[in-house]
Nanobody, 125 residues
Framework: QVQLVESGGGLVQPGGSLRLSCAAS????????MGWFRQAPGKEREFVAG????????YYADSVKGRFTISRDNAKNTVYLQMNSLKPEDTAVYYC??????????????????WGKGTLVTVSS
């Protein structure tokens, strides 16, 4: 069992930056690939970024490539999402999720094993 708690959301102006954190419980965190997803108002949840259990591989949605960076610290049981050059269309609830199989991440994240409850990011002037 893995419990995930996101933090770091808030209101930011267009062009600004935020760093989201996702703290995981349990001693098996380093066995899981991790992903960030988001759901904007009135839209379906979408994949944003993923990282392998070791941190050696990452994968991004085209919409955030070059602006967002995913990383993890297995000693702290935490995964991060650094978001730069934020746009109003990045406004959404952001969720982190865990899965055993890396292939689930690179095929869009359908079938993640555990989910957090989300943190709201609002990009507005």
């Amino acid at each position: 069992q893995v419990q995930l708690v996101e933090s770091g959301g808030g209101l930011v102006q267009p062009g600004g930056s935020l760093r989201l954190s996702c703290a995981a419980s349990g001693r098996t965190f380093s066995s899981y690939a991790m992903g960030w997803f988001r759901q904007a108002p009135g839209k379906e949840r979408e994949f944003v970024a993923g990282i392998s259990w070791s941190g050696g591989s990452t994968y991004y949605a085209d919409s955030v490539k070059g602006r967002f960076t995913i990383s993890r610290d297995n000693a702290k049981n935490t995964v991060y999402l650094q978001m730069n050059s934020l746009k109003p269309e990045d406004t959404a609830v952001y969720y982190c999720a865990a899965v055993r199989r890396w292939n689930t991440i690179v095929t869009g994240g359908n079938g993640m094993d555990y989910w957090g409850k989300g943190t709201l990011v609002t990009v507005s002037s």
